[in-house]
């Protein structure tokens, strides 16, 4: 049912081998104790990637935000000059 296979150099197999548990040597509760423990995990792991990308994420809004409004500023003083050129 399972064959060997080795994802290294063969002299580092040995360290590599999986021992599979016997059927039925898990109770319900300990199943249910390492699905809780995979999910914690996925979810902290969730958690780190959401805090990167906010520390990404909020920088460049924030400078894109900057930009946007000296961008009006800038239309505003030009629309100024305008009308001041126009009189």
Known sequence: M????????PEHAEKFTRIL???RSYRRADIGDIVHG????????LDDTYMRLDDVY???NDSIDRLTTRMDELEEEMDM????NAI
């Open 2 to 9: 399972y064959e060997e296979a080795s994802i290294c150099l």
């Open 21 to 23: 548990p016997s059927l």
């Open 38 to 45: 995979i999910y914690r995990a996925h979810e902290m792991s």
């Open 58 to 60: 909020y920088p460049l």
């Open 81 to 84: 000059i305008r009308r001041h």
